[in-house]
């Protein structure tokens, strides 16, 4: 219609005011006497249309030409209106984006190499029972063992038979268990997640941290199979330079159990601060999965198949491993207090940017 091709004109010419650079060109452009778009454009319309519609047009193309006087006239207040008033001077607002906490971050990493070695996630409930906390885990009732964990317990549960009164999980470990029962052999799985122990916070202890649990069983699992993957792991995360080596250790659920360190990655094995000069840090814990906590899964998956031999220590190893995320997402960005993953500080946060 009329108005529509009018419109068209009149934001063709208000875009062009908005941008403008050179006025004597634009003037040209629109009014020029012989080649100016009013000119051939009126020419070319008025010629066509009926004699009574001629007035009209007239008329809107008068405005028109107002419009582009007016923008030539005062070209500043036509951009302004142009732009409908924003004051484009003025300095923006940055906003920035959200990006992910340094802990997921590191645990992202850590589960990443276990993916690229054919590892899946499994996660579990952080109030956890004492069946799976303790029980299953080869800690029985009022074992030392149980003291080392350093328990917060759900209060007013001596109703309630020992098995199944509720804590926080002080380890990602009571996973394990509900993985095995839930599923037969070969497993391999990686297992991040949130633990609660009754620490006072310092500079490396906070009551709520982050572990990274790993499970192993299939047919002919052996340690050599532990270290070969934990190594390659440490390898992958600290840098191919970076050397493993195992201590005998404890742990109720797995027998025979190592700590493992790593040779310091600050000073590169020569001895440093950081490493107490021994060269060395610790890092995880980690060992063959004792035949106690096949037992006790056995037992489990017998209450619902009976002739169930899945776990038969006789047919099937597993190695199993932990280790803390806080302590690995510090070396590895040099951070010396825990407290700042937690303080929500943006300047500590936007670091990681
Ligand atoms: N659950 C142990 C801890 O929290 C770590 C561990 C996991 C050790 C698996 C051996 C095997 O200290």
Known sequence: SLDTAFAALAEEARLETASLTDPEAFRLHWLGRKQGRLKLISEAWLKSAPPEAKKALGIRFNQLKQ??????????????????????????????????????????????????????????????????????????????????????????????????????????????????????????????????????????????????????????????????TLDHAMKALFGSDVKTRFFPSFFPFTEPSADVQISCIFCGGKGCRKCKHSGWIELLGCGMVDPAVFAAVTAERRKINPSDDAYNPEKITGFAFGMGVERIAMMLHGVSDIGHFYSGDMRFLEQFA
């Open 67 to 228: 419009q582009i006087e007016a923008a030539l006239e005062s070209p500043a207040t036509a951009t302004k209106s142009a732009v409908q008033g924003i004051d484009i001077t003025l300095p923006g607002t940055l906003r920035t984006p959200g990006i992910p906490h340094p802990l997921l971050k590191t645990m992202h990493e850590i589960v990443s190499v276990f993916h690229h070695l054919g590892y899946s996630t499994n996660l579990g409930p952080q109030v956890e029972s004492d069946f799976f906390n303790f029980e299953a885990l080869n800690f029985p009732p009022n074992h030392p063992a149980r003291d080392t964990q350093d328990t917060l317990v759900i209060a007013n549960q001596h109703s309630r038979p020992s098995r199944d009164r509720l804590l926080m999980r002080t380890h990602t470990s009571p996973v394990q268990i509900r993985t095995m029962i839930a599923q037969a052999p070969p497993i391999r799985i990686v297992i991040p997640g949130k633990v609660h122990r009754n620490d006072a916070a310092d500079a490396t202890h906070s009551p709520i941290f982050h572990q990274i649990e790993g499970l192993c069983v299939d047919t002919n699992i052996t340690f050599s199979d532990l270290k070969g």
